[in-house]
């Protein structure tokens, strides 16, 4: 079962809902996050977890994933969750907590990436979708997706882009882990990455 952790709008939660993948829980650090309201529409467990609520950010980590694991969770899947997660949660989900960043990691990490990649000036960005560590966007990659920029693209037209891309890749990845979980989680990890780099 898939537990889904948001802070925005949650378009790439839609997209995994629209894949029929397991979803049965939809954590967020945001209250009113969109994703909330798109999880309620469609039937789930939803809960906030605001990192004022809890005296450090370790029992709020650890909070939410007892959350998750009442709910059956085993795969954690970051879509848009603007917070780093503690050690303390990735252990309870060893190698099944997988991140979608707006740009070619190691490229961009951090929460200003598609903004990053203009002020660079480079000629492509694009989508990863990787393992998360206790990095900032670090963990092992499992796939990735270029974007061409576009002469005279702003943020919010590449963002656009690289979501489309994005709402593709995320589900395709983790149709995979679900059909490989039997295998473990870092094989799992492994014969997906191994799909290769589009
Ligand atoms: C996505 O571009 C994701 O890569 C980034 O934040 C955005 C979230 O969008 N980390 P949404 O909330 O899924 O619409």
């Known amino acids: ?15 995994l809902l629209d894949a029929g ?6 954590a967020t650090d945001v209250p009113g996050a969109g994703a909330l309201a798109r999880a309620g529409a469609a039937g789930l467990a939803t809960a906030v977890f605001p990192a004022g609520g809890y005296p450090d950010r370790e029992s709020r980590d650890l909070a939410m ?38 740009a070619l990691l190691p490229a961009f990490p951090g929460a200003h ?19 998360v560590d206790d990095g900032m966007d670090t963990g092992p990659v499992l796939r990735q997706e270029r974007v061409p ?22 589900p395709q990845v983790v149709a995979e882990l679900v059909a490989n979980a ?12 191994r799909e290769g780099v589009a």
Do not use: K
């Not at 993948?21 to 939809?26: G, T």
């Not at 990436?113 to 393992?131: M, P």
């Not at 295998?183 to 014969?191: D, E, I, K, L, T």
């Open 113 to 131: 990436a598609v903004e990053d990649a203009l002020a660079a000036g480079v000629a492509e960005t694009g989508a990863t979708v990787h393992l």
């Open 182 to 193: 039997g295998r473990g989680a870092a094989a799992a990890a492994v014969a997906v990455a």
């Open 149 to 170: 920029v576009q002469a005279g693209d702003t943020p919010a037209a590449l963002h656009a882009r690289i979501r489309a891309v994005e709402h593709r890749l995320l």
């Open 65 to 102: 994933a007892d959350w998750l694991e009442r709910h059956g969770v085993s795969l954690v899947v970051c879509a848009g969750y603007m917070q780093l997660l503690r050690p303390a949660f990735l252990r309870r989900f060893p190698g099944n907590v997988v991140n979608v960043h707006p």
């Open 21 to 26: 993948l397991p979803v049965v829980a939809v």
């Open 1 to 15: 079962m898939i537990g889904v952790l948001a802070s925005g709008a949650g378009s790439n939660l839609q997209a």
